[in-house]
């Protein structure tokens, strides 16, 4: 069983930067692919980027690719999201997700465990 917290989501401008946390509890945190997703208002929730349990490989979605960066940290149970360059089109909840498994799953239906999500809103 894991246990999933998202934090640091906010309101921010266009071209600013956050950075989301997501703490895990459970002793196999490190055994774990992690992911990021997010749901913008009224719509489907949508991957965003994922990790593999070593962090030696990452994926993303093309909307983000160049923008965002996932990381983590298996000493600390942490998975991060550096969000650059935000736009008013990344205003959403944000996920984050994990599953045991050595891929980089990319969709929804992959991921076992979810946390409760953090608001990111964007203003023009």
């Known amino acids: 069983q894991v246990q999933l917290v998202e934090s640091g989501g906010g309101l921010v401008q266009t071209g600013d930067s956050l950075r989301l946390s997501c703490a895990a509890s459970?002793?196999?945190?490190?055994?774990?692919?992690m992911g990021w997703f997010r749901q913008p208002p009224g719509k489907e929730r949508e991957f965003v980027a994922s990790?593999?349990?070593?962090?030696?490989?990452?994926g993303y979605a093309d909307s983000v690719k160049g923008r965002f960066t996932i990381s983590r940290d298996n000493a600390k149970n942490t998975v991060y999201l550096q969000m650059n360059s935000l736009k008013p089109e990344d205003t959403a909840d944000y996920y984050c997700?994990?599953?045991?498994?050595?891929?980089?799953?990319?969709?929804?239906?992959?991921?076992?465990?979810w946390g409760q999500g953090t608001q990111v809103t964007v203003s023009s």
């Open positions: 997700a994990a599953r045991s498994g050595t891929l980089l799953y990319t969709a929804r239906k992959d991921y076992n465990y």
């Open positions: 459970g002793r196999t945190f490190s055994t774990y692919t």
């Open positions: 990790i593999s349990w070593s962090g030696g490989r990452t």
